[in-house]
């Protein structure tokens, strides 16, 4: 790896050893990274901001996606200090972004009580065997809002 | 089902309906109940707040820990007008929400262009074969903000 990736790296987990000592979340940060240049940070705030989805990952795509004001990061890559969990993923593949460097892995934040596995292997499961139910009310009017969207004119698609 | 699921489900729909109608987002709304009562709101808002993240269920879980002034929802359920996302089940999963009540499925959100299963079908993948790429760079001080964590005391575990 370049010396540039590297130090991207480096200052994800230095965000992340941060963020614990600040008291504000848990041992996570991420950069997303555009042409070389920073333009958004993140650091796991989920406790400090009672936002369970305030992962280092959302926030710094949240921070990118502000900066540049888009809702796509497209030919950005994002650097995190560990590898993504699935919300963190379904985030990555939203925003288009193409690649992802982690430093720590899985089974790494699985030592240290940060277990995502569990989530992964429900995914890979039909919906009525995950430990979440899912019950699906069919209800006349469900379409209602995708025909609206289908006869919109000039709408925003993402 | 009973009266009250109607009208919650309900409600999500028609919450769904007049986002497009405002054109901020996508058609997507959701609520998340507990002991009957609505604790948080959300409809998609990608496009309107230039955020990735912003799809209704997770809006709807942030609004409701933000009225509750905590990161889970134990003992809340949500209701979707349409099937949560990968993304969006993960949030569900890091919330503590144990049941999701939804209307639309995918196959109805796919006719409106809104196609997720590519997503679910890219997680059940090793990480090598995925679209984005994943690349691990095991940099030597990628275990130092998980050591500072452990080592913590006081600590809000999540």
């Avoid at 555009?34 to 400090?48: A, D, E, M, P, S």
């Avoid at 502000?66 to 993504?84: M, R, T």
């Avoid at 430990?131 to 919109?152: A, C, G, L, T, Y």
Wanted: glycine letters at 6%; hydrophobic letters at 35%.
């Amino acid at each position: 790896m370049d010396t540039k990736h590297a130090d991207f790296i480096r200052e994800a987990i230095r965000m992340a050893r941060n963020n614990v000592e600040s008291g504000q979340g848990g041992p996570f940060g991420a950069l997303v990274v555009k042409n070389g240049q920073v333009i958004g940070r993140g650091v796991n705030r989920v406790t400090g901001n009672n936002d369970p989805s305030a992962h280092a990952e959302v926030e710094a795509i949240r921070d990118a996606c502000k900066n540049i004001g888009h809702y796509w990061l497209k030919d950005a890559v994002i650097y995190a200090s560990c590898e993504p969990c699935p919300m963190c993923l379904g985030a990555i593949y939203w925003a288009r972004i193409k690649t992802i460097y982690f430093a720590a892995d899985n089974k790494d934040a699985a030592r240290a009580g940060f277990d995502d596995s569990f989530i992964y292997r429900e995914f890979a499961l039909p919906r009525e065997d995950r430990s979440v139910r899912s019950v699906q009310f069919k209800d006349s009017e469900r379409n209602q809002p995708f025909d609206h969207w289908i006869r919109m004119e000039n709408k925003a698609r993402y």
